[in-house]
T-cell receptor
Framework: DQQVKQNSPSLSVQEGRISILNCDYT??????FLWYKKYPAEGPTFLIS?????DKNEDGRFTVFLNKSAKHLSLHIVPSQPGDSAVYFC???????????????FGQGTILTVHP | DSGVTQTPKHLITATGQRVTLRCSPR?????VYWYQQSLDQGLQFLIQ???????AKGNILERFSAQQFPDLHSELNLSSLELGDSALYFC????????????FGEGSRLTVL
């Protein structure tokens, strides 16, 4: 059962435009959502996160939106740059309360290509 | 550079064999996590250790085991290997069990022939 889904395997965007990566989840108990970025031959690196009590979190060019009623989150990158070309993973955890924050459930990833 | 070191980077072995993957966490990090990424799949959580003790477990096969040593490095042991065990194995670490912001190593690519 895929509890976190990224339905778009790939996304191609022109430099300077907005990139929107989407993620859907099924488990309403998820408490924290994160985005990780991965370059080839490297491990994933943390990008941005959002708590379930918020609907938006912004960090520079990156903004994550959370719609709990729709069980949907999205990552917006504005403006997109060629260096943003990577695989982006959406992840979620159940938070504290006896379980582990580091026990993340990942989506399959979306390959973002930003063309100059 | 995340500060998390994994060895070996690549490993090729045969079915039925046993291998050990090693991870050194970032200096000061007490938690170590192991994840498996199979072809075209997202990362799957295997197991977490915190300061030497098992903290959380995912869908880790009985043929797999892990431990964290007093110096906080960790090893993932994979035995009776099958073709389907071919994957990238990532180790990650964090200072405490916080929000899920993990620091990942570059991974160990295991190929079972």
């Amino acid at each position: 059962d895929q509890q976190v889904k990224q339905n778009s395997p790939s996304l191609s965007v022109q430099e300077g435009r907005i990139s929107i990566l989407n993620c859907d989840y099924t488990n309403s108990m998820f408490d924290y959502f994160l985005w990780y970025k991965k370059y080839p031959a490297e491990g994933p690196t943390f990008l941005i996160s959002i708590s379930s009590i918020k609907d938006k979190n912004e960090d520079g060019r990156f903004t994550v939106f959370l719609n709990k009623s729709a069980k949907h989150l999205s990552l917006h990158i504005v403006p997109s740059q060629p260096g943003d070309s990577a695989v982006y993973f959406c992840a979620a955890n159940l938070g504290g309360g006896g379980t582990s924050y580091g026990k993340l459930t990942f989506g399959q990833g979306t390959i973002l290509t930003v063309h100059p | 550079d995340s500060g998390v070191t994994q060895t070996p980077k690549h490993l090729i072995t045969a079915t039925g064999q046993r291998v050990t993957l090693r991870c050194s966490p970032r200096s000061g990090d007490l938690s170590v996590y192991w994840y498996q990424q199979s072809l075209d799949q997202g990362l799957q959580f295997l197991i977490q250790y915190y300061n030497g003790e098992e903290r959380a477990k995912g869908n880790i096969l009985e043929r797999f085991s892990a431990q964290q040593f007093p110096d906080l490095h960790s090893e993932l042991n994979l035995s009776s290997l099958e073709l389907g065990d071919s994957a990238l194995y990532f180790c990650a670490s964090s200072v405490v069990d916080g929000t899920g912001e993990l620091f990942f190593g570059e991974g160990s690519r295991l190929t079972v022939l």
